[in-house]
């Protein structure tokens, strides 16, 4: 919510006034079959691999993991790739990624897109798969958000 505020001030800093309809989003987006599949996939693939190594050091070290706390009295040692796979990314079967992306969109009042954020996908026929069915059964089922 506090990143729209934050795009909201720069667009009128800069002579311009703010639209939620070109307001996007930047998420991690992991589907599967089904949610238990995506899980695991998440927890012991490219998701947890790059949190582990790359994302989690540096937002600790620069004193950021607060960026993804949903308590700000949460512990630093409680931010942890479960936790972010159930609270921050977007990981499940086509029906509960949309019910995640519909309740997203609610929450911070609407916005224009969700940019899947990219790794370096191993294996990539499933990051193929997850995005096949981001295109054919995620996007049409939230075709009447606005």
């Known amino acids: 919510k506090t990143h729209w505020e934050a795009y909201e001030q720069g667009a009128k800093k800069g002579g311009h006034k703010a639209s939620r309809s070109s307001w996007r989003i930047a998420r991690d987006v992991y589907i599967a079959d089904t949610t238990e599949q995506a899980r695991e996939e998440a927890l012991n693939g490219t998701l947890a691999r790059d949190w582990h190594g790359y994302v989690h050091p540096v937002l600790k ?44 969109h609610q929450d911070v009042g609407g916005f224009g897109s969700v940019l899947a954020m990219h790794h370096e996908w191993e294996p990539r026929d499933k990051w193929l798969k997850s995005m096949t069915l981001l295109v054919n059964e995620v996007i049409p089922a939230l075709s009447d958000l606005k």
């Open 61 to 104: 070290k620069y004193n950021y993991l607060k960026i993804v706390k949903l308590d700000p009295d949460m512990s630093d040692d409680d931010v942890t790739a479960e936790y972010m796979v159930d609270n921050i990314w977007v990981v499940g079967s086509p029906d509960d990624v949309a019910a995640k992306l519909r309740k997203l």
